[in-house]
């Protein structure tokens, strides 16, 4: 069975405490303002919504503190995994080739990129396919950058030498994506995954993206599952980027 992320568990600790709380403040305004309380029935129940509601409103206090000291302490520890990221690619890089690194990616102006391969349906996607196949690494990489950007991402190109396997680096709606364009013969086997999974760490971006004209054996389908990485083979690049 798979097992909760421990951000899910985080986040459902802090609604019980904020549920927990609200309930105390409910109890305790019903125990100061229900006539029924005032009655000799009532009395019997007044003490106990009063211990009770301020009981919840001290569990959802503390709680709420705890998640926020929790949150507080994974920002730490996400701010130091990230400067350790930094030291290693400083080690690599020298500290003035790592100062220049946000340089080393360009935009893709949308009007600058050549379509390859018409987009929208004048062609069948075996014909699509058929283009794609006769593509080099470089103009296959450009009609994916095409592709991301008629999806609304804002698309950048690393170097064509030295990329670590990273072609793109995309970013929509905050969420930052390093790109690996596997054009390919064949299936494609864990191998060609690590790559892309190793060369996301050199552009620090967590999230990370192995897309092919092809399709990916059990192996990278277990890899890409246990690193969280995403795969997008044929069918994928049809369905969600070429109709």
Known sequence: MKQPKKSSKKYIAATLSILAFIGGITLSILYATLPFFQTSEGALWKNTFLVVGLGLIALGLVGVIICILLYRRADRKEMKKRAERRRRLEDRLG????DEFSDRVTYVPAQEVANFVRMGDYQTLEEKFDQISGMDKTQFVIYVARLFSRKGYQVKLTP????????????????????GCLISNRVLSREEVVRVREGSLYYNVNNCMALTNMYYDRSAVDYARSEHISLVDRDLLAEDFMN
Not at 95 to 98: G, I, K, P, T
Not at 163 to 179: F, P, Q, R, S, T
């Open 95 to 98: 500290s003035e080739d790592f």
């Open 160 to 179: 064509v030498m030295d990329n670590h396997d990273i072609d793109l680096i995309v970013e929509k709606m905050g969420i930052v994506i390093a790109v």
